[in-house]
């Protein structure tokens, strides 16, 4: 073998061992893939026999304040069945999310510093939660008061007859926008930890976050003052939970820095 070849040879072997780590993370990020998909379809397998019972206790708010007599309808011949399926489809996807979660955990854990691993699971755990807790806020707080300003400000002589595909999308909808409205704290003490910004900073620019919560509620929200105004005060309220969170993570990230560079 020529000492070309050999050069050759070595310069593959090189290349080879360079891109097996970002294959093998590709892999890894596949099979991590592979188990989302198969939790939401475990999820969806569970839940889609009680499709149609789920649909109605999701639709129990405004069928309860319909007028006697009245009920929804399905305006589409194919609604009957789509709407339940994609209801299921939706309710299996929030099952899972802590297992998505985990799996994304799993894949980024290996390159986090000890001290990161010790906040961020905490973070990751307390997202969570808090979604879940905007979508029952929603449910239990905004529906019955949101559908009861709906149907009570309508014309005499308008018989309401909601279509239960649109009033579907418009329930995801509110569950999304609360639980990403929930998830201000753990936004707020992440822009802290990087440093894109301080607790002090923050606190200054209260105003114009009180503003924007407004406005976020606007563009989320129907077009009525309840609703806007449900969503707006939580994200408020949550903004100056992040920063009273945010200042003790930071404290506490100070201390654990200062112990290191002791040691």
């Known amino acids: 073998m020529t000492?070309?070849?050999?050069?050759k040879s070595q310069a593959s072997n090189s290349q080879i061992h360079q891109e097996m780590p970002l294959i093998e993370h590709l892999l890894e990020l596949r099979n991590r893939l592979l188990k989302m998909v198969l939790a939401v379809l475990i999820c969806f397998a569970a839940i889609y026999p009680f499709a149609n019972e789920l649909y109605l206790w999701i639709s129990e708010p405004l069928r309860a304040l319909?007028?006697?007599?009245?009920t929804m309808i399905a305006t589409d011949v194919t609604a009957p069945?789509?709407?339940?399926?994609?209801?299921?489809?939706?309710?299996?996807?929030?099952?899972?999310?802590?297992?998505?979660?985990?799996?994304?955990w799993s894949f980024i854990a290996p390159g986090l510093y000890a001290h990161e691993k010790r906040l961020a699971f905490?973070?990751?755990?307390?997202?969570?939660?808090?979604?879940?807790?905007?979508?029952?806020?929603?449910?239990?707080?905004?529906?019955?008061?949101?559908?009861?300003?709906?149907?009570?400000?309508?014309?005499?002589?308008?018989?309401?007859?909601?279509?239960?595909?649109?009033?579907?999308?418009?329930?995801?909808?509110?569950?999304?926008?609360?639980?990403?409205?929930?998830?201000?704290?753990?936004?707020?003490?992440?822009?802290?930890?990087?440093?894109?910004?301080?607790?002090k900073d923050l606190a200054e620019k209260r105003p114009y976050i009180v503003v924007g919560c407004f406005v976020v509620?606007?563009?989320?929200?129907?077009?009525?003052i309840i609703s806007q105004t449900l969503l707006a005060l939580p994200m408020w309220l949550l903004f100056e939970m992040g920063i009273l969170f945010g200042r003790l993570a930071q404290r506490e990230r100070a201390q654990t820095e200062e112990e290191t560079s002791q040691s």
């Open 3 to 7: 000492r070309q070849d050999d050069n």
């Open 66 to 70: 319909l007028p006697v007599g009245q």
């Open 81 to 104: 069945f789509f709407a339940p399926l994609k209801l299921a489809l939706v309710l299996a996807v929030f099952v899972a999310i802590p297992i998505i979660l985990y799996q994304l």
């Open 122 to 199: 905490p973070l990751l755990f307390t997202s969570i939660i808090l979604f879940y807790l905007g979508a029952a806020f929603a449910y239990f707080v905004v529906f019955p008061l949101v559908f009861g300003f709906f149907t009570a400000i309508g014309p005499e002589g308008i018989v309401e007859l909601p279509d239960i595909t649109s009033y579907l999308n418009f329930v995801l909808k509110m569950f999304f926008a609360f639980g990403v409205a929930f998830e201000i704290p753990i936004a707020t003490i992440l822009l802290i930890l990087t440093g894109a910004t301080t607790p």
């Open 217 to 224: 509620g606007m563009l989320l929200t129907p077009p009525d």
